[in-house]
């Protein structure tokens, strides 16, 4: 039901950083619960980072605490994936799927999101 677009991926060299962007292009996000995900070639799509629909908890993956950040801007209509110290394991495509159910907390399973959108592919270089 929400049209979702991210962008802000490139090429950064390893200990840059970079932010992401999920844009909807049609309904609110405001009452869907929001994710990140990521996959590499050949690797399973694995959680990175989660954010309840009211903005007021957030989880992250072992691997990325307190390296990324994940926020929303309901003004924007839009969630952010701040992305530091990245390192060439961070090399993958980043997709930021809503829930599949409204007013909903931050979930790490895959299967409980839906309009992935194409995703924004993310190289880091060593």
């Known amino acids: 039901q929400v049209q979702l677009v991210e962008s802000g991926g490139g090429l950064v060299q390893a200990g840059g950083s970079l932010r992401l962007s999920c844009a909807a292009s049609?309904?609110?996000?405001?009452?869907?619960?929001m994710g990140w995900f990521r996959q590499a070639p050949g690797k399973e799509r694995e959680f990175v980072a989660a954010?309840?629909?009211?903005?007021?908890?957030?989880r992250y993956s072992d691997s990325v605490k307190g390296q990324f950040t994940i926020s929303r801007d309901s003004a924007k209509n839009t969630v952010y994936l701040q992305m530091n110290s990245l390192k060439a394991a961070e090399t993958a495509v980043y997709y930021c799927?809503?829930?599949?159910?409204?007013?909903?907390?931050?979930?790490?399973?895959?299967?409980?999101?839906?309009?992935w959108g194409q995703g924004t592919r993310v190289t880091v270089s060593t």
């Open positions: 954010i309840s629909y009211s903005a007021g908890s957030t």
């Open positions: 049609g309904r609110s996000l405001s009452s869907y619960a």
């Open positions: 799927p809503a829930d599949r159910n409204l007013r909903t907390m931050a979930s790490v399973t895959k299967t409980q999101y839906e309009d």
